[in-house]
Nanobody, 120 residues
Framework: QVQLVESGGGLVQAGGSLRLSCAAS????????MSWYRQAPGKERELVAA???????NYTESVKGRFTISRDNAKSTVYLQMSSLKPEDTAVYFC??????????????WGQGTQVTVSS
């Protein structure tokens, strides 16, 4: 079984910064894409940023220039550095990983979510 454990959420004032972490553990052969999603109250879950195993990244338009996704493959960990936070960034942030297991099957896993609240 594979687990994703997130940390780093919290309450911050507008203009502030937070860094989210997500560590994957379990019987994995490799991890391809690691991503961050978020879901605000009453809204659908949306992709915030993604990082491929080769280092390619992509961001949703609203966070470009403010958020940076990075990963430490040796630690099976992905980070989301969030700066210049806005109240509209308030949401539960979820980590997602596309994993090739030791039997070579590919499965997708989600973290439990971490709350980010930005006050105005």
């Amino acid at each position: 079984q594979v687990q994703l454990v997130e940390s780093g959420g919290g309450l911050v004032q507008a203009g502030g910064s937070l860094r989210l972490s997500c560590a994957a553990s379990g019987m994995m052969f490799s991890i391809s894409t690691m991503s961050w999603y978020r879901q605000a109250p009453g809204k659908e879950r949306e992709l915030v940023a993604a990082s491929s195993s080769g280092g390619n990244t992509n961001y949703t338009e609203s966070v470009k220039g403010r958020f940076t996704i990075s990963r430490d493959n040796a630690k099976s960990t992905v980070y989301l550095q969030m700066s210049s936070l806005k109240p509209e960034d308030t949401a539960v942030y979820f980590c997602n990983a596309r994993v090739r297991l030791v039997d070579y099957t590919i499965r997708e896993y989600w973290g439990q979510g971490t709350q980010v609240t930005v006050s105005s």
